[in-house]
């Protein structure tokens, strides 16, 4: 493969594009709704309406707002229609109006696909139509989303047409490794994963090791209840990952890359085995990639759902072989890591922020964004709230711009109470606190964290104390057994928040289940227990009185701290 190949690739995959390309969405949450029946649906229309030469009914990636799902987008093509779709305003590729008709619909069905097809001979549609314009849309900028909703996942040559792997010739034929570190520290990219570690500096240490074998791997095993970013990258783009991984490994010098998925996202699996399998026979992984003495190549690494895999270490443990537990650092992986050996680990979304980085430049993305937070954040949106989807916005977005005008506030006319961001390792923000803008250190001072990006919204009906426990069961569950700290205090602390909620508490138990909290988050051994507390922690914070309302009260009305008059004591005389 050589430059003019990539080009010719994607010239005639732009030739043959037809004058209307019918989107449908196939990602995993439209296929549950049987997207796939829509599209042969609509493949059949376009026979029955004698439209072959002139329509392409293509299955696309995740196109965003997935609570209308499945969604269809009708466009008119020209030529350069795909890249008019991705470069609307903020650079938002979500569901845009290309030909004027406002041609977004929502929640088809395998009936509508006549009707829809009609459309483009002048009929009428029932079907219901969605609305582009909408701030869910044209508040987004993509840039880790910018080929989702609008290229086939599983089509190269697609990919290669939306400038795909453009990138990782440049950085082979024309930058250095050092030069491609270079570029990533003047980004300003933090790794997406949740630690929000600099992606350069991370890069820059595993670069200068002096060692023969190193490797890098793509944490793909998103777990977090309510996430499902990483999934959707995967489904919907997955060789800008691959892409991203080969540039860093000629970056840091790595000939061997894996990718950590876990097995609940078969789709997602499915379509990265495609990927691998075409970048192979394109000449874009492999031996002498674009020519030049640069090889690497990519396998997958199947998880079977243990959320501490998550953790470095674990994950590197269970790629060995072993079971996924996690080890005291240092050594850290960039200087023993996978079989001893310096190893690169970055989540999908950092690896997918690489090739736009290196095209566009390294002051572009760090134009975006706050100044310790640069770029973009992928979040998903789910809960109470009125659009559930993926939404991509520059960091330093308020919460109130994501989850009231963009996300449509709580349905049915309720009120927002609080968003929980960060999955279990997360706190609660309360309603008070949504002009605060999304970056890494404004969560942090609210006792929040990034994380990968998951934003769960909820309404005044929602208790919270119960949430805490929610998290925490999931915690205590999840926890992989290795330290005292964990693996007995989030029972603990778990008994603690149920006795609570039960009334059956007192003053002592709340104070107890703080100090917990305090000891848990001090003396684990690795981040998942050392983050399990903070939903208690920022319920406790924020939402105090649900806890103190909730405990037993002395014969005087006030809360029992003492245990010398408590409800329990006195219940066979009560």
């Given at each position: 493969?050589?430059?003019?190949?990539?080009?010719?690739?994607?010239?005639?995959?732009?030739?043959?594009?037809?004058?209307?390309?019918?989107?449908?969405?196939?990602?995993?949450?439209?296929?549950?709704?049987?997207?796939?029946?829509?599209?042969?649906?609509?493949?059949?229309?376009?026979?029955?309406?004698?439209?072959?030469?002139?329509?392409?009914?293509?299955?696309?990636?995740?196109?965003?707002?997935c609570c209308q799902g499945p969604?269809?987008?009708?466009?008119?093509?020209?030529?350069?229609?795909?890249?008019?779709?991705?470069?609307?305003?903020?650079?938002?590729?979500?569901?845009?109006?290309?030909?004027?008709?406002?041609?977004?619909?929502?929640?088809?069905?395998?009936?509508?696909?006549?009707?829809?097809?009609?459309?483009?001979?002048?009929?009428?549609?029932?079907?219901?139509?969605?609305?582009?314009?909408?701030?869910?849309?044209?508040?987004?900028?993509?840039?880790?989303?910018?080929?989702?909703?609008?290229?086939?996942?599983?089509?190269?040559?697609?990919?290669?047409?939306?400038?795909?792997?453009?990138?990782?010739?440049?950085?082979?034929?024309?930058?250095?490794?050092?030069?491609?570190?270079?570029?990533?520290?003047?980004?300003?990219?933090?790794?997406?994963?949740?630690?929000?570690?600099?992606?350069?500096?991370?890069?820059?240490?595993?670069?200068?090791?002096?060692?023969?074998?190193?490797?890098?791997?793509?944490?793909?095993?998103?777990?977090?209840?309510?996430?499902?970013?990483?999934?959707?990258?995967?489904?919907?783009?997955?060789?800008?990952?691959?892409?991203?991984?080969?540039?860093a490994a000629y970056a840091v010098?790595?000939?061997?890359?894996?990718?950590?998925?876990?097995?609940?996202?078969?789709l997602a699996i499915a379509r990265?085995?495609?990927?691998?399998?075409?970048?192979?026979?394109?000449?874009?992984?492999?031996?002498?990639?674009?020519?030049?003495?640069?090889?690497?190549?990519?396998?997958?690494?199947?998880?079977?759902?243990?959320?501490?895999?998550?953790?470095?270490?674990?994950?590197?443990?269970?790629?060995?072989?072993?079971?996924?537990?996690?080890?005291?650092?240092?050594?850290?992986?960039?200087?023993?890591?996978?079989?001893?050996?310096?190893?690169?680990?970055?989540?999908?979304?950092?690896?997918?922020?690489?090739?736009?980085?290196?095209?566009?430049?390294?002051?572009?993305?760090?134009?975006?964004?706050?100044?310790?937070?640069?770029?973009?954040?992928?979040?998903?949106?789910?809960?109470?709230?009125?659009?559930?989807?993926?939404?991509?916005?520059?960091?330093?977005?308020?919460?109130?711009?994501?989850?009231?005008?963009?996300?449509?506030?709580?349905?049915?006319?309720?009120?927002?109470?609080?968003?929980?961001?960060?999955?279990?390792?997360?706190?609660?923000?309360?309603?008070?606190?949504?002009?605060?803008?999304?970056?890494?250190?404004?969560?942090?001072?609210?006792?929040?964290?990034?994380?990968?990006?998951?934003?769960?919204?909820?309404?005044?009906?929602?208790?919270?104390?119960?949430?805490?426990?929610?998290?925490?069961?999931?915690?205590?569950?999840?926890?992989?057994?290795?330290?005292?700290?964990?693996?007995?205090?989030?029972?603990?602390?778990?008994?603690?928040?149920?006795?609570?909620?039960?009334?059956?508490?007192?003053?002592?138990?709340?104070?107890?289940?703080?100090?917990?909290?305090?000891?848990?988050?001090?003396?684990?051994?690795?981040?998942?227990?050392?983050?399990?507390?903070?939903?208690?922690?920022?319920?406790?914070?924020?939402?105090?009185?649900?806890?103190?309302?909730?405990?037993?009260?002395?014969?005087?009305?006030?809360?029992?701290?003492?245990?010398?008059?408590?409800?329990?004591?006195?219940?066979?005389?009560?």
């Open positions: 493969m050589v430059i003019d190949d990539l080009n010719e690739i994607a010239e005639k995959e732009r030739a043959a594009r037809k004058k209307y390309v019918v989107r449908c969405c196939m990602a995993a949450g439209c296929m549950s709704s049987a997207s796939k029946e829509v599209k042969e649906a609509l493949e059949a229309a376009v026979k029955m309406a004698g439209l072959e030469e002139q329509v392409e009914v293509r299955g696309v990636g995740c196109m965003k707002l969604l269809v987008q009708v466009d008119s093509n020209s030529e350069t229609s795909d890249h008019a779709t991705r470069d609307t305003q903020h650079g938002s590729a979500a569901c845009v109006v290309v030909d004027g008709q406002g041609s977004l619909y929502q929640k088809v069905t395998p009936q509508d696909a006549a009707s829809l097809i009609g459309t483009l001979k002048g009929g009428q549609t029932q079907v219901s139509r969605g609305d582009p314009q909408h701030p869910f849309f044209t508040e987004q900028m993509s840039v880790v989303l910018a080929n989702s909703g609008i290229v086939d996942p599983e089509r190269i040559e697609a990919y290669i047409a939306a400038d795909g792997y453009q990138a990782l010739h440049d950085v082979l034929r024309e930058m250095t490794p050092k030069e491609v570190v270079d570029t990533m520290i003047k980004s300003g990219l933090r790794g997406r994963g949740g630690a929000g570690y600099p992606t350069g500096l991370k890069w820059s240490t595993v670069a200068k090791t002096a060692s023969q074998q190193k490797y890098i791997i793509c944490n793909a095993d998103e777990g977090d209840p309510g996430a499902f970013m990483d999934r959707s990258v995967l489904e919907s783009d997955p060789h800008s990952v691959l892409e991203g991984m080969a540039i010098g790595a000939q061997q890359g894996f990718i950590y998925v876990r097995a609940e996202y078969p990265l085995q495609t990927a691998i399998k075409q970048a192979k026979q394109q000449g874009l992984l492999g031996s002498g990639i674009f020519e030049s003495p640069f090889n690497f190549n990519i396998d997958l690494r199947i998880g079977a759902g243990a959320f501490v895999c998550g953790e470095e270490t674990a994950l590197m443990a269970s790629v060995e072989g072993k079971r996924g537990a996690p080890r005291p650092r240092p050594p850290f992986p960039a200087e023993s890591g996978l079989w001893g050996s310096p190893t690169l680990i970055n989540n999908v979304e950092t690896f997918a922020n690489v090739p736009p980085i290196i095209r566009k430049g390294a002051e572009w993305f760090a134009g975006i964004g706050t100044e310790k937070s640069k770029g973009t954040k992928v979040f998903a949106l789910a809960g109470k709230i009125s659009n559930t989807g993926l939404i991509e916005v520059p960091m330093g977005t308020t919460l109130r711009k994501i989850v009231e005008v963009m996300g449509g506030g709580a349905p049915d006319g309720g009120r927002i109470k609080a968003v929980q961001t960060g999955g279990p390792s997360g706190g609660c923000i309360p309603a008070e606190a949504l002009d605060t803008p999304v970056d890494y250190d404004s969560l942090t001072k609210l006792g929040s964290i990034m994380g990968s990006g998951g934003m769960i919204v909820m309404d005044d009906t929602t208790q919270m104390v119960d949430v805490a426990r929610f998290f925490m069961e999931f915690c205590m569950d999840e926890s992989c057994g290795k330290c005292i700290p964990c693996r007995a205090g989030t029972v603990q602390m778990h008994n603690l928040l149920t006795k609570i909620l039960a009334g059956k508490a007192t003053a002592r138990d709340l104070k107890k289940l703080e100090d917990l909290c305090e000891m848990v988050r001090s003396t684990s051994l690795c981040g998942l227990g050392q983050t399990a507390p903070n939903p208690v922690l920022s319920t406790l914070r924020f939402f105090r009185k649900e806890y103190t309302a909730l405990l037993v009260k002395d014969l005087y009305g006030g809360p029992n701290g003492n245990g010398h008059a408590a409800k329990e004591a006195f219940a066979p005389i009560i």
